[in-house]
């Protein structure tokens, strides 16, 4: 190990919370926790003796208290495949910092072809959204915010392009010690 990668291991650096991945495994259940189904979609594939159907099915979960995840399940019958999504939604769980019952600051996401724009809203506003970007608000326990989905209105992009959105999210505490960090670089 050289001397660079111990001094690395003794002294993380204050930009380290912009290096971690914000995406956690839970190995345990989580108190509180709320599945909604977004979307479901019936595909038929048709054979010599009629047409066999497969469903796909959106799930969103979140605790309402900054965690949020989605996932997508497969199967031939529509409960297999909402169990699925939603062991899915539970491992790809993302952490949003949430201020006063909003979001600290505007934040665009993009995914494929959907671009979904978040504000922060007054208290009392509630939430302003349309189905997908609204079931993952929801989830994650936002509970001011104006949305506006752009371009596509598919509800996959729609979902991902939201917690890309979320996942933009600074506190004020961690964009101090970001600058802090720059100002002692320079």
Same mark, same amino acid.
């Given at each position: 190990m050289g001397m660079l990668e111990k001094d690395i291991q003794e002294n993380p650096s204050p930009l380290s919370f912009l290096a971690e991945k914000q995406e956690l495994c839970l190995k345990?259940?989580?108190?509180?926790?709320?599945?909604?189904?977004?979307?479901?979609?019936?595909c038929a594939k048709v054979v010599k003796g009629g047409r066999r159907f497969r469903f796909s099915v959106l799930v969103v979960a979140g605790n309402?208290?900054?965690?949020v995840g989605y996932?997508?399940?497969?199967?031939?019958?529509?409960?297999?495949?909402?169990?699925?999504?939603?062991?899915?939604?539970?491992?790809?769980?993302?952490? *949003?910092?949430?201020?006063?019952?909003?979001?600290?600051h505007v934040a665009l996401g993009v995914f494929d072809g959907a671009r979904v724009v978040l504000k922060p809203a $007054?208290?009392?506003t509630g939430v302003i959204a349309g189905g997908a970007v609204r079931a993952v608000l929801e989830a994650a326990g936002v509970k001011d915010i104006l949305s506006k989905s752009l371009k596509s209105n598919n509800n996959i992009n729609a979902v991902c392009a939201t *917690?890309?959105?979320?996942?933009?999210?600074?506190?004020?505490?961690?964009? $101090?010690a970001l600058r802090a960090a720059k100002a002692d670089v320079a």
């Amino acid at each position: 190990m050289g001397m660079l990668e111990k001094d690395i291991q003794e002294n993380p650096s204050p930009l380290s919370f912009l290096a971690e991945k914000q995406e956690l495994c839970l190995k345990e259940p989580v108190e509180g926790w709320e599945e909604k189904t977004v979307f479901t979609n019936r595909c038929a594939k048709v054979v010599k003796g009629g047409r066999r159907f497969r469903f796909s099915v959106l799930v969103v979960a979140g605790n309402k208290a900054g965690l949020v995840g989605y996932g997508i399940g497969k199967a031939k019958e529509v409960t297999d495949a909402v169990r699925k999504a939603s062991e899915n939604a539970k491992k790809h769980v993302y952490k *949003i910092p949430l201020w006063n019952n909003t979001i600290p600051h505007v934040a665009l996401g993009v995914f494929d072809g959907a671009r979904v724009v978040l504000k922060p809203a $007054c208290h009392g506003t509630g939430v302003i959204a349309g189905g997908a970007v609204r079931a993952v608000l929801e989830a994650a326990g936002v509970k001011d915010i104006l949305s506006k989905s752009l371009k596509s209105n598919n509800n996959i992009n729609a979902v991902c392009a939201t *917690i890309r959105a979320l996942m933009q999210m600074r506190t004020k505490q961690q964009i $101090c010690a970001l600058r802090a960090a720059k100002a002692d670089v320079a």
